[in-house]
């Protein structure tokens, strides 16, 4: 199953792939997290690397071949993309977890993201999974990558939504580009909410945009003292939170609970 984690841009994307892969894999799941957003750099720690991987961008020739490249049928050469037959230099593993990044934005005046998308839309389609195999991709901010149509070969979509209302209509607009083009597991997470009261309110708004939320993450001191570390604790409320998460995602995709 591939799952799409998007929503605005500051919402906690990155912070809840690292939740879900790092759940998945506790639970016996190969998991394959695919850094798609150009801008965000810090993914690779919160998942315990050292560092990050060669972009697969570099793969095809870099951004200049990969402009050239944008015409013609096929990017990659392989008709088929096995988890296990990406490049070394390309992946890095550890304990059932699998990081591989598209490309990011690195200096002034080098041109649109278009290239990246184009890349991560090809890289998602052409790659095959096992039963016991996972991909969590960390989609860019916002909406862009729907009109790039990144999101053609996803299974599942997960908003993260925080409270103020922008990240609502963000949410909305989500929605309908994923209804689209025909995905069909749909939810909301809402994270960093600061009162129960608040979590009614965010529930009332998705619920009228027709957004079935799946769980809900309240602000989590920890969460936030990591994040200046560039981790994620292995421990708290935001990480006893996401396993519900998961296990309703597993669930509605017809997947056991363990891998």
Not at 16 to 45: C, H, I, K, P
Not at 66 to 84: D, H, N, V
Not at 239 to 250: A, N, Q, T
Request: charged share 25%; net charge neutral; with cysteine.
């Amino acid at each position: 199953m591939k799952i799409s984690v998007c929503g605005k841009g500051g919402s906690g994307k990155s912070t809840m792939v690292a939740l879900l892969a790092n759940e998945a894999v506790t639970r016996g799941y190969q998991v394959l997290v695919v850094d798609s957003d150009e801008s965000n750099t810090g993914l690779f720690r919160m998942l315990g690397f050292d560092r990050a991987p060669s972009p697969l961008m570099e793969l095809v020739g870099g951004k200049k071949n990969l402009k050239q490249k944008m015409g013609q049928p096929a990017i990659f050469r392989e008709s088929q993309i096995e988890t296990a037959h990406i490049p070394e230099q390309y992946s890095l593993k550890r304990d059932g977890l699998q990081l591989v990044a598209i490309g990011k934005i690195l200096q002034s005046l080098e041109g649109c993201a278009c290239p990246m998308g184009v890349l991560s839309r090809e890289f998602l389609k052409k790659l095959t999974l096992q039963r016991d195999e996972l991909v969590i991709v960390d989609m860019e901010a916002g909406v862009e990558h729907f009109g790039r149509g990144v999101d053609s070969s996803i299974d599942s979509v997960l908003i993260v939504v925080e409270p103020p209302l922008e990240s609502v209509n963000v949410a909305r607009k989500i929605y309908e580009l994923a209804s689209e083009i025909g995905i069909k597991n749909v939810w909301a997470i809402m994270n960093k909410v600061p009162s129960g009261e608040v979590v009614a309110k965010l529930k009332r708004e998705l619920k009228e945009r027709r957004i079935e939320v799946v769980g809900y993450i309240y602000f989590d001191a920890d969460i936030f003292k990591s994040s200046l570390e560039g981790s994620i604790p292995k421990n708290g409320v935001a990480v006893s939170e996401i396993k519900g998460v998961l296990d309703h995602i597993l669930s509605r995709a017809g997947l056991p609970a363990s891998g």
